[in-house]
Every structure is written in C-alpha cells, then in structure tokens.
T-cell receptor
C-alpha cells in the first residue's frame, strides 16, 4: 500500500535554531515529491518539487532533499514567520493523483 | 496571474441536505483535483478532472461527485450530508502530469 509518513508531528524551535523535517514514503512508483506550506485557515502553498534521488532545491531558509526512501526539509536559522504546517506529497507515475502526509506543525519562538 | 478561487468560503448545512462547491482554476490549467482535509485524516484525495473527464478517484462514497466544464471550472457535489462530512474542501489546479498543484483557499463546510 502506498504510504507517506511525516515526522515529527509537531516541532518547536527557537528563532535561529536550525532543524529538519522528514517525509518517508513507500510507493510503487514515484513520479515526484512535493513540499507545501499551509498556514491556518488557508490552502497549501507550493514550495518545491523533487523528481530524482540526490536532487536538492533551495528557497530562502528552506532546502529540500530527496533520497530513494525519504525527503528532508531543512530549515536554517528559522524566523517566527516560518511557523506553519509543512506537508509533503508524492505523485505516482501511474496518474496525476497525489498522496499527502499528515504534516509537521512548526512553531518558531522569538 | 490570478490564483485558484473557491466559492463559497464558508457553508453551514444540515444533515441530509446536499451541497455544491465551486472551483475556478488558474488560467491555462486543465487539471482540477479536489481534496477533503480534516484534523484527524489530513488531506484525502477525492477526484481529479482533466478536460472535463474524471481521470482519478479516491476512496469516497458515491455521495461525493464532481464535474468539470469546458472552461476548466469544476464543481463538487455532496448529497445526503453526514456530520462526518464537516471539513475543509480544497481544490487544486495544475497544467497536467508531472506539474505541481496550486491550491485554492478552501471551502469550510460545517454539517449540523
């Protein structure tokens, strides 16, 4: 069965304290892995797409990496405005369907 | 470029009623997907439409249905509402296979 698991469920960081979020997946055929950010009461906002193991993408304080079994979202020197829920999703190569993890709720304390 | 829009933003319905939600994708996007988001289950895929054809369907009962129009706008219908249907319903559009999805703000449905 195709599965996407994110850890930890919740993470509290001091401003400036770097950390990583994990997204592990078990799928029959991966087309791409996507990271989203979701603020309360809003729809998810697209961050990155990763297609192959070894690929890396960066945007401001965020860096996403991909291996054959998991993806990491590294947050360097986070700020309070980085507080949000971060979702990862996998797209299979059999269709346009996305499977989402349940997310990591990040709180950055000033 | 305008983003994905969803109407209405909030809705309160009574158990047993039916509801129709609307989604307008980003201009040029032909794929529209619908998701149900609840605190316990996260984002659950409902269905995906491309050029007016349903291409994929998630594991939801037949009470959940959708359609897509020739201008790519999409509607989702839920009949015989149950309390458990209370959720945030999200619409996402994309250019097609291998492209990222862009989400709308969602419709918050409350069933009483």
């Amino acid at each position: 069965e195709d599965q996407v698991t994110q850890s930890p469920e919740a993470l509290r960081l001091q401003e400036g304290e770097s950390s990583s979020l994990n997204c592990s997946y078990t799928v029959s055929g991966l087309r791409g892995l996507f990271w989203y950010r979701q603020d309360p009461g809003k729809g998810p906002e697209f961050l990155f797409t990763l297609y192959s193991a070894g690929e890396e993408k960066e945007k401001e304080r965020l860096k996403a990496t991909l291996t054959k079994k998991e993806s990491f979202l590294h947050i360097t020197a986070p700020k309070p405005e980085d507080s949000a829920t971060y979702l990862c999703a996998v797209q299979l190569n059999t269709g346009n369907q996305f499977y989402f993890g349940t997310g990591t709720s990040l709180t950055v304390i000033p | 470029k305008a983003g994905v829009t969803q109407t209405p933003r909030y809705l309160i319905k009574t158990r047993g009623q039916q509801v129709t939600l609307s989604c307008s994708p980003i201009s040029g996007h032909r794929s529209v997907s619908w998701y149900q988001q609840t605190p316990g289950q996260g984002l659950q895929f409902l269905f995906e439409y491309f050029s007016e054809t349903q291409r994929n369907k998630g594991n939801f009962p037949g009470r959940f249905s959708g359609r897509q129009f020739s201008n790519s706008r999409s509607e989702m219908n839920v009949s015989t509402l149950e309390l458990g249907d209370s959720a945030l319903y999200l619409c996402a559009s994309s250019r097609g296979f291998r492209y990222e999805q862009y989400f709308g703000p969602g419709t918050r449905l409350t069933v009483t």
